[in-house]
């Protein structure tokens, strides 16, 4: 599959902050969130911040809520939390905050993982939105989830180069 990226556009760098949703894992150890930091910067984009919450609702509510309410953050890439077991509950933390959801993301994104891990992937929650104009994209908090949401998905729609439309398109211009 090509996308059709022009040249006759330029790239606009966006200020994205990065979740890591775990009970576990630390800086030291975590491998989801440099995943993302280190393909979104080689991208062209801009990390605004990095954070690492465990897996309590409204503690993750507050990191994106500030992040939401911050006009210098145009998305929210979280990692962790969308399974159906014990304590994931990323899902049940961003929806309230959504101005809109973006049900393709999460639809695209299972059927590409099924290419990997078969009918296992109908247990991801993975899932998009829009609120206060920062787009949020919340991922497994598998390296390779988030790899492949990066890669195959998110990074198209974030890219102004992409035709016949991106998600950048639709945000006010930096300058105004």
Not at 148 to 158: A, C, E, P, R, S
Request: with cysteine; charged share 25%.
């Amino acid at each position: 599959m090509t996308h059709d990226n022009t040249t006759d556009r330029e790239f606009i760098p966006l200020n994205i902050a990065v979740l890591t949703v775990s009970d576990s894992r630390t800086e030291e150890t975590d491998k989801s969130g440099p995943v993302l930091v280190d393909r979104l910067q080689a991208a062209g984009h801009r990390l605004a911040e990095r954070a690492i919450e465990p897996d309590d609702v409204y503690r993750l509510r507050a990191t994106v809520s500030r992040w939401i309410a911050d006009p210098q953050v145009q998305v929210v890439i979280t990692t962790g939390g969308t399974g159906i077991t014990g304590r994931d509950g990323t899902p049940e933390a961003i929806l309230p905050l959504l101005d809109k959801v973006i049900e393709g993301f999460g639809e695209m994104f299972r059927t590409l993982s099924f290419a990997d891990i078969g009918t296992s992937t109908l247990q991801s929650r993975a899932m998009a939105g829009v609120a206060n104009r920062t787009y949020l994209f919340c991922l497994p908090g598998s390296s390779g989830a988030c790899a492949d949401g990066w890669d195959k998905l998110i990074v198209h729609q974030l890219d102004y180069r992409t035709r016949p439309c991106n998600l950048v398109e639709l945000l006010p211009r930096l300058d105004e």
